[in-house]
Nanobody, 127 residues
Framework: QVQLVESGGGLVQAGGSLRLSCAAS????????MGWFLQAPGKERQFVAA????????YYKDSVKGRFTISRDNAKNTVYLQMNSLKPEDTAVYYC????????????????????WGQGTQVSVSS
C-alpha cells in the first residue's frame, strides 16, 4: 500500500516561512495527482493546493494564492508545499494526499476524491 509521510511543520512567527514535504513510498508516485489539505481544530478538512502528476497544472485555495507554492520531484517521490508570509490563521494540521489513476492534466480539490493520506504535520503560526 502507498504510504505518505509529511514533515517540515513547526512553530513560526507571523510573516515567516515553512516548507512542508510529503514523501511517498511505492513505484507509482509519478502517476499520482497530489494535494495538500488542512484541518483546524473543530473544523472540517479543507483544500489548500493540488498538483497534477506531471506537475504541469496547479490549483490553490483562494486565501493562499501568492503565498503558497505546491511542487513535486517525482524522482524523489516527494511533493512540497512552500508557505511564505504565514499568518496565524494558517495554523492547522496539514495533510498530503494522493489520487491514483489520474489523467496527466488533472487536479482534485475534494477530500473524497483522494485515495491515500498521510498522518499530518502541525503548523503553528504565532503573532
Amino acid at each position: 500500500q502507498v504510504q505518505l509521510v509529511e514533515s517540515g511543520g513547526g512553530l513560526v512567527q507571523a510573516g515567516g516561512s515553512l516548507r512542508l514535504s510529503c514523501a511517498a513510498s511505492g513505484r507509482t508516485f509519478s502517476n499520482y495527482a497530489m494535494g495538500w489539505f488542512l484541518q483546524a481544530p473543530g473544523k472540517e478538512r479543507q483544500f489548500v493546493a493540488a498538483i497534477s502528476w506531471r506537475g504541469s497544472n496547479t490549483y490553490y485555495k483562494d486565501s493562499v494564492k501568492g503565498r503558497f507554492t505546491i511542487s513535486r520531484d517525482n524522482a524523489k517521490n516527494t511533493v512540497y508545499l512552500q508557505m511564505n508570509s504565514l499568518k496565524p490563521e494558517d495554523t492547522a494540521v496539514y495533510y498530503c494526499a494522493a489520487k491514483t489513476g489520474a489523467p496527466f492534466y488533472a487536479y482534485y480539490t475534494n477530500v473524497s476524491q483522494y485515495d491515500y493520506w498521510g498522518q499530518g504535520t502541525q503548523v503553528s503560526v504565532s503573532s
